[in-house]
């Protein structure tokens, strides 16, 4: 379980944030998206961020997923001050160590399915594995072996959400951040999707799911709850 509180202890966390804070000028007025938000994220959990839209969950997956940098606070992932980093600097981080998974897929419809997946290797500048075999072997994690020639739009939308899903494997992260997963899916798709997270999890993999769905975030291990840009109470 991860703790509210900044903890001392011998084993590093995965994620550490110390009084995260996120502003925005909206003409006159100063928007308090996150408000000083502390907490950690060991090696292997499984979160989820819940809350109504405008609590501040999105904003806070944004500063976690490197996409954008806070008005205030310090954020380590596996040790690295990554608060300040200049824009060049977070996209390495995010190649390097974290795999995002997006309500709306963002697959590129051109391409096939296992060059989809392929595609955030060929970003990475140091040396490279083989990317076609380490597409394949995520395709064939989340069940999709037998649709790596086929194209988005041949797809049904699990599939497709299986196949960003292998795209977040692919770079073998430290941390996937999954952005409201099943919002476009059926609820026994969804559901399918939810338990393909959570083997990933037994697995090992630490994961962060944004949702506004209670029976969704109960799939998790723990529960930060958002309210007005500040986590409320201890994780559940």
């Excluded at 990554?82 to 160590?97: E, H, I």
């Excluded at 490279?128 to 988005?152: F, I, T, W």
Aim: with cysteine.
């Amino acid at each position: 379980m991860s703790s509210f509180l900044t903890q001392t202890n011998e084993t590093q966390p995965l994620i550490s944030v110390d009084g995260l804070s996120k502003q925005y000028q909206m003409g006159d007025d100063v928007v308090h998206a996150l408000r000083a938000v502390t907490f950690q994220v060991e090696d292997g959990q499984f979160i989820a961020l819940m809350g109504p839209s405008g609590s501040g969950k999105s904003t806070l997956m944004h500063l976690l997923g490197c996409l954008d940098t806070p008005t205030n606070g310090r954020y380590w992932l596996n040790g690295q001050d990554v608060s300040r980093l200049s824009r060049q600097a977070r996209a390495s981080v995010r190649n390097q160590n974290l795999g995002f998974v997006f309500q709306s897929f963002n697959l590129l419809p051109r391409l096939s399915t296992l060059d989809n997946v392929m595609l955030p290797l060929l970003y990475r500048q140091k040396a490279k594995l083989n990317e076609k075999s380490a597409a394949k072997a995520a395709l064939e994690q989340v069940g999709l072996a037998d649709r790596m020639h086929h194209k988005p739009t041949e797809l049904s939308g699990g599939q497709r959400q299986r196949v960003a899903i292998a795209r977040a494997l692919v770079t073998n992260p430290a941390l996937i951040l999954a952005d409201e997963p099943t919002g476009n899916l059926d609820s026994q798709t969804g559901a399918g999707i939810l338990t393909l997270l959570t083997e990933l999890n037994h697995n090992g993999r630490t994961i962060i799911l944004v949702t506004h769905d209670a029976d969704v975030a109960n799939q998790a291990g723990t529960i930060f709850h958002m309210q007005d840009g500040q986590i409320m109470g201890r994780p559940t």
